[in-house]
């Protein structure tokens, strides 16, 4: 499989993380895999292949074919493929999301959905338009036309949460809600509300994948486990508590994760689609390369 990952244009860079490209022109007898860990990030699907099947974080089957929203996820999920297959991935910021769809986010939690339950009536042309266009640029172009259509309008009013998710962000995961809370002078409930309404998750479930997620992109750039290091980077108090924190998240050990990637370039290339990615690469004018780019589109 090749895979690489362009930056949006600057019109775009507020809701948009990252374009990733994935294609497989091979035939195979048996299941190819990838898995997916949580992230804090919620992607736009778009197949223009074979359909292909997606495993969500609640071990539920579903076929991808056309065009399907990848909510917020707290469990890993896996693509599973025997056909060639072709996908435009439009990874979103962790509010990008919900300022296309304008809906509560929680019903897309640990789930795969087709964009036809929301009201994209016309999307599906997409799909024709992405494999027939020859070009890179072409296919970047005709996507953030169309998304430059759908988030058209008044932005939404999402302050507060963008404030708290900021804070989690900065502190990698490792934050107490109720010392936010206490800081904001505002109603935990409330806040909850407003982050399951437009994350998909809690401010405390949200925090957790982060911190997740930020130490799972460590491990995935280290040769070998370094246990002490990477307890003292996600501040747990001992390495068993940070095993204990790896499986609820994962379902496996950090040493059985560091053997999937070990052996699946997909998967590993997948690890490193998390939100610190997104916060290095914000300079368009001169082109900066993404970590883990094949290829960069200049705007």
């Given amino acids: 499989m090749i895979n690489a990952c362009y930056l949006p244009s600057p019109a775009l860079s507020d809701y948009v993380s990252w374009y990733l490209l994935s ?4 035939t195979y007898a048996h299941w190819q895999e990838a898995a997916v860990m949580p992230n804090g990030l919620s992607a736009l699907v778009f197949s223009y292949g074979a359909p292909f099947q997606y495993v969500t974080g609640l071990d539920s089957y579903r076929a991808i074919n056309t065009i399907s929203i990848l909510g917020p996820h707290t ?19 962790p509010l990008g999301l919900y300022k296309l769809l304008g809906g509560n986010m929680f019903a897309l939690k640990n789930e795969v959905v ?5 009201p994209f009536p016309e999307s ?10 020859s070009s890179t640029t072409a296919k970047i172009e005709l996507v953030e036309d169309w998304l430059k259509h759908h988030l058209s309008g008044d932005t939404c009013r999402y302050s507060l949460t963008a404030y708290v998710l900021k804070y989690i962000i ?7 809600i109720e010392d936010i809370v206490k800081k904001l002078n ?3 409930r409330y806040l909850e509300r407003q982050f399951n309404r437009q994350l998909g998750m809690s401010p405390k479930d949200y925090a957790e994948t982060i911190r997740f997620s930020y130490i799972t992109s ?3 750039k280290l040769q070998e486990i370094d246990w002490p290091e990477l307890t003292y980077l996600g501040k747990f108090y001992d390495q068993s508590h940070f095993i204990k924190h790896f499986k609820k998240h994962s379902n496996i050990s950090p040493g059985e994760f560091r053997g999937i990637i070990t052996q699946s370039e997909e998967t590993k290339f997948a690890s490193q689609i998390n939100i610190f990615n997104t916060h290095h690469h914000t300079d368009h004018n001169h082109g900066k390369y ?3 780019v094949d290829k960069m589109w200049l705007v």
């Avoid at 469990?75 to 910021?93: H, L």
């Avoid at 087709?114 to 929301?118: S, V």
């Avoid at 599906?124 to 266009?133: F, H, I, N, P, T």
């Avoid at 900065?170 to 107490?176: A, F, R, T």
């Fill in 23 to 26: 294609n497989d022109t091979n």
């Fill in 75 to 93: 469990k890993p999920c896996q693509n599973r493929w025997k056909d060639p297959i072709s996908m435009f991935i439009i990874v979103f910021k």
């Fill in 114 to 118: 087709d964009l036809a339950d929301y």
């Fill in 124 to 133: 599906s042309w997409v799909c024709d338009e992405l494999a027939q266009s």
């Fill in 170 to 176: 900065e502190h990698l995961g490792s934050v107490c």
């Fill in 186 to 188: 505002v109603n935990r």
């Fill in 218 to 220: 460590k491990l995935a």
């Fill in 290 to 292: 993404i970590t883990l």
